[in-house]
């Protein structure tokens, strides 16, 4: 067996960042930027009314309350050109343009209308409630770094600076294949024997999860003709390749036939559980992920070695989902196995402000019911486990994604 950290090593060597591209800001949610973005506008791009009120010159309110004739209206987007002069105030809506001579804005709460004077309840100093050009984004502020991942604020920001494309890591095209004579995936009912492929709908969930893009290749049966057709039109039209099953020390295992003959891959069998055997390497230069076929493990294993592979590709510079410390409401046993555990759990925020872990539900890897219910992975090093109140570290299940 060797260890999670050498597997993941061997997965990152060869998983490299794509070349960057130029994508519309629309498409680029969930994607690492490749370019600085300064830039070349302020944001506000004038002085505008944080406030619905009146703009006012502060000097004229100095003595409160007092009394101003209203000479005018101002709404967001209109464009405001004459000035108000000594004793005058204009009605203005928030995000309108500040008149020419108003240097202060009073609220509308802190005023009364008689006809087409104002009565202002307070004096408010300079500047009262006005939001200057450049508050936000000045021209020429280095806005955002290469490698700075895209979220929903980025893109909005990115539209205020009037942009329209930006460069890239592109989104990765993921295929994934299932495997196995025993898989139904059409609806039918299950003759005696077979089971339904759920495994290709999870990692093709997981996939567009963690911000890719995930082509379903199908399924193949136990056959290394069928299995290496579907694997060359794979590395063919894909950035990367997920296969499910068949990786492990079975009879049956054709995926590892298929994959020794026609690919560069390493056959491994990590001190972890679930998700033991893992295959990785690469068919025609293209990275392949050989997953195992129990749903847990295969789940697992993606989350340990297909999340950090697919993020490093996209560009992203943290890859690894760190582990954060939570309490463990129960006792989450184990036994002494020279392997690092994963067990399925849930995590809550306790009232003492910290995450505290049950589990999901049980353990076996091919469990998938209580993986689905589980929010974090709890990691058990070798031993004997933790007891109830004890420290445990965990991995939040999805933490990463776009
Ligand atoms: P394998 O890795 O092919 O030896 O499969 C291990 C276990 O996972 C077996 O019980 C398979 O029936 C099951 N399995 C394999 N692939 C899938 C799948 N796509 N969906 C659900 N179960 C699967
Ligand atoms: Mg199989």
Redesign the pocket.
Known sequence: MISLDEALDFVLSLTPRREPTVVPVAEALGLVLAQDVVSDVAIPPFDNTAMDGFAVRAADVVEAPCDLSIVGTVAAGDNPTDAIGPGEAVRIMTGAVIPPGADAVVMVELTSVDGDVVRLDESVPLGNHIRPAGDDVQSGDLVFERGEPLGAGHLGVLCSLGLTEVQVYPRLRIGVI???D??VDDGAPLQPGQ??????R?LLSLVAQAGAEGVDLG?AR?DEEVIEAALRNGVAQCDAVMT?????M?D??Y?KAVLSRIGEMRWMQIAIKPAK?FAFGTVDGVPVFGF????V??MVSFELFGRPGVRQMMGFDEVIVPRINAVADEDLDRRVDGKTHFLRARATYGTDGRLHVRLAGGQG??M?WAMAKANVLAALPNGDGVSAGGEVEIILLGAAGA
Do not use: A
Not at 195 to 200: A, C, L, P, T, V
């Open positions: 299932s495997t196995g025993e898989l089971i339904r492929d759920s495994n290709r999870t399924l136990d499910t099953g068949g990786v492990s079975g049956f295992d995926v055997p195992p076929g129990n749903p493990s295969c890897s091919h998938l």
